[in-house]
């Protein structure tokens, strides 16, 4: 960090300016979309935000987070994140107090540790450079990673075999297991429709309104089931099944091996992943509460235009407010966790 931040120095300060700009934008965007997401929850609408955390699938259509990509993502955007505060606080002569690698349970983390006291007597843009390095860093790290996913999913996709999609799980309430449908079939068809890939399968799924009937081809044979209703949307079909490519070609298989088609496979659900997860935390990491790097950024925002007391009164009352809005657009999953508690001890 010492090392970076003595050089380029305008580019620094160039990236401080950048970081603020985007970071103040970031921190708008977020409060309108909680509040577009809360108001989708209390209508009854799936929610827009959700808890990332190994086997959750956040939204249908989308890969199943994976243990070791949880663990991997999380340290690279929390490495990169708490780097960039560090180079940030060190061009401006703040000192940082410690640094280092942490072992949380099974996730792998990173801490930089700048002097508060000597951050609060650097000018107010020095301090938004530096509380908003952390997130715009996380924003650019999921911008490359999405350049270098793209380019993966082209090589890996070739690969895949998507005549028909394998049934690899399913989801709590799954009209489809209710009818013995096994894990490892493969769905060939859905009301007549082919199914060549995962966005085949849902586009007829979206197609759908609970309590449609709905016939089924597999490998297996065919089954007629009812579309069930989701959960935080009335309106949108259920079946609850989770997909994935039946496997790889043949040709590909022989030339290359099954082995490295699955490690390029892993290789591009990680990278994915890394995208996913940096963009999400860097945004998440902009809201206006508290504590979180959009907290500091608001209080330093508004110490500039109001009087320490005014400042810290509003500064407060956005943190509650945000938060409100949060625990509103986590509802749907508190609601799933305290279901899944009573049935256990039940």
């Not at 921190?27 to 799936?46: C, N, Q, R, S, T």
């Not at 769905?187 to 399968?201: A, L, P, T």
């Not at 925002?301 to 509650?320: E, H, M, N, P």
Request: glycine share 10%.
């Amino acid at each position: 960090m010492d090392r970076l931040s003595g050089r380029f120095l305008l580019m620094w300060d160039i990236i401080g300016v950048l970081a603020i700009i985007i970071g103040f934008f970031g921190m708008a965007l977020m409060i309108y979309f909680l509040m577009i997401g809360a108001y989708g929850v209390l209508l009854g609408k799936e929610a827009i935000l959700s808890p990332v955390i190994p086997g959750v699938k956040i939204a249908a259509g989308l890969p199943t987070l994976g243990f070791w990509h949880w663990v991997i993502s999380i340290f690279i955007v929390a490495v990169i994140h708490e780097f960039s505060h560090g180079v940030l606080a060190r061009r401006y002569d703040v000192k940082v107090k410690s640094s280092g690698f942490a072992f949380l349970g099974p996730i792998l983390a990173a801490f930089v540790e700048p002097d508060e006291k000597q951050l609060k007597k650097r000018k107010k843009r020095e301090q938004l450079a530096v509380f908003s390095a952390g997130p715009f860093s996380n924003i650019v790290l999921g911008i490359v990673f999405l350049i270098i996913t793209a380019f993966l999913a082209n090589a890996s996709y070739n690969t895949m075999d998507f005549n028909g999609m394998k049934i690899n799980g399913f989801e709590k309430d799954s009209v489809l297991e209710q009818t013995g449908v096994q894990i490892g079939e493969i769905i060939y068809s859905v009301n007549g429709i082919k199914i060549e890939d995962r966005g085949s399968f849902d586009k007829v799924a979206k197609s759908m309104k609970p309590g449609d009937k709905v016939s089924i081809v597999t490998d297996k044979g065919t089954y007629n089931v009812y579309a069930g209703q989701y959960l935080g949307n009335k309106e949108r079909a259920y079946l609850g099944v989770s997909l994935e490519a039946k496997g790889f070609k043949q040709d590909y298989k022989d030339r290359y091996g099954d082995f490295w088609l699955r490690a390029l496979y892993w290789f591009y659900l990680l990278c994915w992943w890394i995208y996913t997860i940096s963009i999400g935390i860097g945004i998440f990491n902009l809201v206006p509460l508290g504590p979180v790097d959009g907290g500091r950024m608001l209080l330093t925002g508004l110490q500039r235009f109001f009087k320490d007391k005014t400042a810290k009164r509003v500064w407060l009352y956005v943190s509650w407010f945000v938060l409100l809005l949060i625990f509103v657009n986590l509802l749907p999953w508190i609601i799933k966790l305290l279901m899944f508690i009573v049935n256990l001890f039940s």
